[in-house]
């Protein structure tokens, strides 16, 4: 099931939480001494650095998938570390992430360390609006070798965030991501509901999807239906990219969201009304459109307001994923909305030209 860390750091004694946390979350993820450290020394950090210079924030702790993917095999999960603030911002990103820097009495370890010796680091900052600093920390060291080198370039990276509702230690969303062949299938399930029984039937369709990523996504729907029904079910839609023909193929049952930007901006993908592993609908429509390097999808969970503004922001998609996701989550919030259900959001966007992770 997906165990999440969620830790809100509005004091000093939350920072020792943030580091046992991220030892947890490298538990999980089967890292070594060396690597469960560099993950408590970066959770560390990124939690001081939000008492310091945010007056606080929010510390999402998990163990993922790596942002690309290895087609054919299934690659080892790695620990993401998303750091959000909704604090002054910063005005020089490049200053802040030089190894060193420091603008308050922090560990000395700073971002640009953070960055140093974790696997893959992004951060995404903006004057007067706050600032995600994000990093994985897996089973090799240096950056951006979480995922094997892939026999087919991929054409897409994904990441995502999950928040449990109400601190709780499960999550009943998931998201998961496959790669077979030239296919990139991309998921998100929210199983009925929240708490242990909604974690099972998310999980039991990420195991699912793993057997069935091969398959056009309305058929995926189908084969996760049979394999759902011993559990309460859940709402999960599937979005396949293929790189050959450059076509996304879309579709979903129940109340997961769906926002494709194009050049022409952005645009819902509709589902179907319905449970998977319950009530399925008949027909299962597919939508498609053609994916380009100016495209970005985002799925979301109801957690999510259904009327939340996409980021505006020109540049995000050169972002790492789980940044663009972790963004979402916080733009989106509300102290006027409270989130009453586990919320969870996965990104797929393109490979940047440099070919970065």
Same mark, same amino acid.
């Given at each position: ?243 050959? @023909?450059?076509?996304?193929?879309? =579709? ?48 979301? =969970? ?25 963004? @979402? ?29």
């Amino acid at each position: 099931m997906p165990r999440v860390w969620d830790v809100p750091v509005h004091d000093s004694t939350r920072v020792r939480d943030a580091r046992v946390a991220a030892e947890g979350a490298a538990a999980l993820a089967g890292l070594d001494r060396n690597r469960t450290a560099a993950a408590a020394l970066v959770a560390t950090e990124l939690a001081t650095n939000l008492l310091k210079h945010a007056k606080g924030g929010q510390l999402l702790i998990e163990t993922v998938p790596p942002p690309t993917l290895p087609a054919g095999r299934e690659a080892a999960s790695v620990v993401q570390i998303a750091a959000i603030d909704h604090g002054p911002g910063m005005a020089d990103v490049p200053a802040a992430l030089r190894d060193g820097f420091s603008t308050a009495s922090t560990l000395g370890a700073g971002l640009g360390a953070c960055r140093r010796i974790a696997d893959d680091f992004d951060l995404h900052s903006v004057p007067g609006r706050g600032t995600v600093a994000l990093a994985r920390i897996g089973t090799t060291r240096g950056r951006n070798r979480t995922a094997a080198p892939a026999p087919v370039a991929a054409a897409a990276r994904a990441g995502g965030v999950n928040i449990p509702f109400a601190g709780a230690e499960f999550s009943g969303d998931a998201w998961a991501w496959v790669r077979a062949g030239h296919r990139t299938t991309l998921m998100l399930a929210d199983g009925l509901g929240h708490g242990p029984e909604a974690a099972r039937a998310s999980s039991a369709a990420v195991e699912a999807l793993r057997r069935s990523g091969h398959l056009p996504p309305a058929e995926v729907l189908r084969y996760l239906d049979a394999e759902l029904r011993p559990t309460r079910g859940a709402a999960v839609a599937v979005a396949q990219l293929d790189a050959e @023909t450059e076509q996304l193929s879309f =579709s979903g049952i129940g109340n997961i969201g769906a926002r494709l930007r194009t050049g022409e901006g952005w645009r819902p993908l509709l589902s179907r009304p319905g449970i998977v592993g319950a009530h399925r609908p008949t027909t299962i429509p597919e939508h498609r459109a053609t994916w380009g390097a100016d495209c970005l999808l985002v799925l979301h =969970s109801d957690g999510l307001p259904s009327r939340w503004t996409p980021p505006a922001d020109a540049w995000l998609a050169s972002f790492d994923p789980a940044v663009i996701a972790s963004v @979402t989550v916080r733009d989106a919030s509300s102290s006027a909305r409270p989130v009453r259900d586990d919320t969870a959001v996965a990104v797929l966007s393109p490979v940047p030209p440099d070919g970065t992770p």
